[in-house]
């Protein structure tokens, strides 16, 4: 299954003709940079390329006024002082001659990238786009944006291929006001943006951008805003909201097809975002949107800023594009650098945001209240007083020389993605290589029986070439499962690096696990343990056990997807424990294709020897095949939520990705 590359040189021919400072940014070098980092990886050739197409006037008025499209369908015939003129009505945002060309194509580019996700020809894709959309609204432009490219492309493909729900995720770092106004009223599509904010002061400075603005009429609680009210976010932050409000909400809304307003201004290094986010992070989120809606995902370029830091540096920009369009490609994703909790700010927005949803989402029938709103107002206060000292000292809060971040790990692809030990009458899964017993352990030959004694010696080799990147993950069928996992845990602890065990399902404390936290085990079902014990075995106990998928969900998004990411393992060991508290198929699978996020994807499965049947499905999420859909969750039952959310709370000491709400006392920032 393929990823698509849109993109059409075209779209760099138009530029600001005259002086404003607001708009110089705007510059065609955004766009080439973009897709020449692109085509200098190596990228661009792995990818399917699909031709722009200029919009029909039909395209447009998905979204627009007529008069709107009359006036702009004018701009390539006026004068310059006439284009200085029309331009002035709007907001920050300039028209050349070409701009309205370059505008449907790119409606066209976005459109184009639909079509090919809708029919098949390929799974997801990228366009690369000039002018951008989500500021453009119904007879305006705005914020550099002319027409609604997203927007437009999220009304097409429910009209023409006859879709229900489109989720728009929007991680540019400005709100996407035009993409919110389309689509207020409407429970169909399901817009969520974080933007930076700071109470109002940062552009478009609108009251309408903040947490409580929730959609209206059929429409509420399909509209979610993640005011960031303080720069310097990271990549905690960034990871906190999605485990803590877009997973849980993504997957009860179950869209058919996702949509990706991709601004790489919220990365590091931007100017105008000010945000601290590594360029990797993009892996993340991009993985972690992957399986909604069976794959089809497609991201549609917005604003790829940041390439004019004291000079030309394209470096942020240029590894975040990158790293998006390897993880669209099923690449591994590289493991975010120097991870660290949320910062108060942060928590609080997620709070607000998670309270303010309360009555429209089961998966937030429990968050606690919005907090006492005198932590902001104090906080605000401060923060202006800052601003003000640094600008009569005539230090710019703008300037952000200096700013660096560590090169994203090489994530090259290893030659093998998915190894399957099991036994000779078990047919070999499509895609996956059979990893023989006789090539690996040297006491054994092919005839050999498929004893444990051979499965586990098999099982050390494949990890040792998982580390040697020969192998990404594998899946093996094992006669004991509990004894299967020590020498694995054992090779793995021996060379210094950390192991994320995760059981699903089954009875019993886990024995042979490392007290020096080497291994951090989570164990999910219906007989674990109710209270932790040791600190680094965390049982999860779900009164339905793992069948009951809407409790399983939640359990990942709020619990085992954080812990997860902050011990940041180099290898994940996942067991399916025999027994009848199963998870179903699809939750299972999709189980398998988030935790893949992790520790670059090295992930060895282990399965009782009796669930052939299991072995299917494992490999097919394991080679990056796209997975079937959960369907709508029902609310989860009242009694794990209140169980999960207890354990949260014990565990947010220690693990602060846990944390949702923001610390009472003093409220100034970490
Ligand atoms: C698409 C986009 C930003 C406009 C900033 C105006 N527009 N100051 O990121
Ligand atoms: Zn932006």
Known sequence: METALVYDEEMTRYKLLWLDPDCEIERPERLTASHEALVRSGLAARCVSIPVRQATDADILLIHSEEYLEAVKKTPYMTLEDLREFTLQYGAVYFHPNSYHCATLAVGAALQLVDGVMTGRVRNGIALVRPPGHHSMRSAASGFCVFNNVAIAAKYAQQKYGIQRVLIVDWDIHHGQGVQYAFEDDPSVLYLSWHRYEHQKFWPELRESDYDSVGKDKGAGFNINVPWNKVGMQNGDYLAVFCHVLLPVAYEFCPDLVLVCAGFDSAIGDPEGEMCATPEIFAH???????????????????????????????????????????????????????????????????????????????????????????????????????????????????????????????????????????????????????????????????????????????????????????????????????????????????????????????????????????????????????????????????????????????????????AYEYDPALVLLARMPGTDGASDCAWQQLVGLLQGLARGRMLVLIQRDDKALVSPTSASLSGSPLPCLGRLPAPLAEDVEALERLRRRLQVDWLLLRTSAQKSGGEDN
Not at 390 to 397: I, N, T, W
């Open 285 to 563: 989120l991009t993985h972690l949107l992957m399986n909604l809606a069976g794959g089809k995902l497609c991201a549609v370029l917005e604003h790829p800023a940041n390439i004019f830091q004291g000079g030309y540096n394209l470096t942020s920009l240029s590894q975040s594009v990158c790293v998006t369009v390897q993880t669209l490609l099923g690449y591994p994703a590289p493991r975010p650098a120097d991870l660290q909790g949320p910062c108060q700010s942060a928590l609080e927005s997620i709070q607000c945001v998670r309270a303010a949803h309360r009555k429209y989402w089961s998966c937030f029938k429990h968050a606690a209240e919005a907090p006492p709103s005198d932590i902001s107002t104090k906080r605000i206060k401060l923060e202006e007083k800052g601003r003000e000292e640094k600008l009569q000292r005539g230090e710019g809060v703008e300037s952000k020389d200096g700013v660096t971040w560590p090169e994203p790990q090489k994530c090259v692809p290893p030659p093998v993605r998915t190894a399957v030990v099991i036994p000779e009458d078990v047919a070999s899964p499509e895609g996956c290589k059979r990893f023989s017993l006789s090539e690996h352990a040297d006491s054994l030959s092919a005839e050999e029986d498929f004893d444990d004694d051979a499965v586990m010696s098999s099982l050390t080799a494949l990890v040792g070439k998982m580390e040697n990147n020969e192998i990404c993950n594998g899946l093996a069928l094992v006669g004991d499962i509990s004894m299967a996992m020590a020498p694995v845990i054992r090779h793995a602890t021996a060379l210094k690096q950390r192991v994320l065990v995760v059981c699903v399902g089954g009875t019993g404390v886990l024995s042979h696990l490392p007290e020096d936290g080497t291994a951090l085990a989570v164990h999910v079902s219906k007989e674990a343990p109710e209270e932790p014990q040791l600190k680094h075995y965390i049982p999860v106990r779900l009164k339905n056990g793992c069948g009951h998928t809407s409790g399983l969900a939640q359990a990942t998004f709020g619990l085992l997807l954080p812990l």
